[in-house]
């Protein structure tokens, strides 16, 4: 019996994002089932009671599994589908890893998402009015910051967590591709990144994300440029 | 040649309890450091960029191992010491520990210890005035939710997570112990919560957090108590 799957997630949620680059890097199909999350559907409060996406329930096996939460799916993905590995082989190279997705997932929200997609994102599909500039501004700051580190250890690291494209990328390009989306990424002060992200946008797994759009909400102009 | 532990840590941390509880629970001997992280100095941050505790370093196995954030240590210690399993063994338990996880470290600080903890200690140790009544408030509203949530969950499984106990019952412990430092836990209106306190606070792995003290911080009489 072949394994079926359905993601449960919201197209522009960096967590939801991660999983689909970790599915399509790893060559597993999937069926989608966009969730506004913010409305919170029965549909998805059933399967996961915190409300998140994303949620990925697996079905055909010797039973079904309800994964829920990014970080549960991407390890799961990686104990049932080791190859290619995403969260390193060796045990440093696994903590750097694990390092870096606590890092962007924690600090990185806390820092510049959580101001820059409330004031840009969140606002508008809950019609919570106008962005603050105070808060955007304070996203923008934190963002640079961030860039700066991701120059630092990129100018001597082929991939962020080191030789290994992994999930610390996947992580990183999901949030930064969300912030993308609404045209707050100065790139052009960060070269070593630029040709990072040059490099994953590239990839077969990262197209869909390109692809994304949401009603009311119009992607910069340079979002889905390969050369941008 | 035997591997040496040192852990960087903050006694009144729930991220640093939750790794000394593992240690503790796979009989894990360590070395401690004891880390004022709001002064960010130079011994933490030279090893974790974020600043963050706790850290974990390994030394005398074929590689020194810096483990930065509790979760890239929690991994590590389960793929390295496996006994006893603390992630679970099967894939569905261990997405629901996974799941639980990622709901006391992000939603249960979010909702709950974010404005306890940041009210009675971190502005003691910041010397950030008197706490504010209304984030108090809050703070425990959310408590109680949580505290309602871990109770359903608890009248129909022995742990949190189902019939092992697991890294689960340590995060929601290591979250809980530090609010019931300040006596900030209304037990006794979730009687099945409470059960579960008790047996977590009388296994040995417990003991050295109950003897944590700060100076300036004073912890509730029942802190210490197993029988509260």
């Not at 689909?20 to 999937?30: D, H, P």
């Not at 390092?99 to 820059?116: A, H, P, S, T, Y």
């Not at 960060?190 to 040059?198: D, E, G, H, L, R």
Request: with cysteine.
């Amino acid at each position: 019996m072949s394994v079926e799957r359905t993601l449960h997630h919201f197209p522009l949620d960096p967590a939801s994002r991660q999983v689909r680059l970790a599915l399509g890097e790893k060559r597993l199909a999937f069926g989608e089932l966009v969730v506004r999350y913010w409305e919170r559907p029965k549909s998805l409060t059933a399967l996961n009671p915190s409300g998140m996406t994303p949620v990925l329930v697996e079905t055909g096996g010797p039973e079904t599994l309800v994964l829920c939460e990014s970080r549960a799916i991407l390890d799961h993905l990686e104990e049932a589908y080791p190859e290619p590995a995403l969260i390193g082989v060796e045990a440093a190279e696994r903590a750097e890893v694990r390092r870096l997705l606590q890092w962007f997932d924690r600090k990185f929200e806390f820092e510049v998402g959580g101001f820059i997609l409330h004031e840009k994102m969140e606002k508008r599909l809950l019609g919570l009015g106008a962005p603050e500039l105070a808060n955007l501004r304070q996203g923008r700051e934190g963002l640079k910051n961030h860039l700066h580190y991701m120059d630092s250890l990129l100018q001597s690291r082929e991939w962020l967590a080191g030789r290994r494209l992994s999930l610390a990328d996947f992580a990183a390009a999901a949030h930064l591709s969300v912030i993308d989306y609404f045209g707050d990424v100065p790139w052009k002060d960060f070269a070593s990144v630029k040709t990072w992200y040059m490099k994953l946008k590239s990839r077969p797994a990262f197209r869909p994300i390109l692809l994304d759009r949401w009603p009311g909400l119009t992607p910069a102009g340079h979002y889905d440029d390969l050369d941008f």
